[in-house]
């Protein structure tokens, strides 16, 4: 009995709305652009899945009847969002990077103190010969 209850009360509640063509474009624009999806087109004005998708083939120039379109799995909203946690990650990594290279020139310049001996190579330093083996140490042999 509750079953048919329901069904009465769903039947009496549907109508015969008409929609312009200008509120169809609308929505038809708003899904082309994500802005909004079929779903919640439905949801909101209380619009059968079919009639959505019937307008969608009638206004769009995107999605025609019959034609087959590769469509991006993410909204743009989607991509920013993404794009902006990975500027995140990478600014948080550079920052410790950066941590990290201050720390060892700390460490390096308090060994030069501590040991008297320049461990950073600098501009206009004489570089080293080589091996350090002179004619003297091979000839001995």
């Known amino acids: ?8 009360k769903r039947f009496d509640i549907r109508r015969n709305r008409y929609f312009s063509d200008s509120f169809k474009r609308k929505v038809v624009h708003e899904i082309e652009n994500n802005l909004t999806s079929v779903g919640l087109v439905t ?8 009639s ?7 206004y769009s120039l995107l999605y025609k009847r ?10 743009d909203s989607k991509k920013i969002a993404q794009l902006k946690a ?3 990650e ?6 410790r990077k950066q941590i990290e290279i201050e720390f060892k020139e ?3 310049e308090l060994a030069e103190e501590k040991y008297g001996v320049d461990i950073k190579k600098k501009y206009g330093s004489k570089q080293s010969d080589g091996s350090g083996i002179t004619e003297n140490s091979t000839s001995g042999a």
């Open 66 to 75: 019959g034609f087959k379109q590769v469509v991006e799995p993410m909204s």
């Open 106 to 108: 700390k460490m390096i």
């Open 52 to 58: 959505v998708y019937k307008w969608v083939y009638t």
């Open 43 to 50: 949801k909101e004005y209380g619009i059968s899945r079919t």
């Open 1 to 8: 009995m509750a079953t048919k209850e329901k069904s009465i």
């Open 90 to 95: 990478l600014e948080q990594l550079l920052g």
């Open 86 to 88: 990975q500027i995140k």
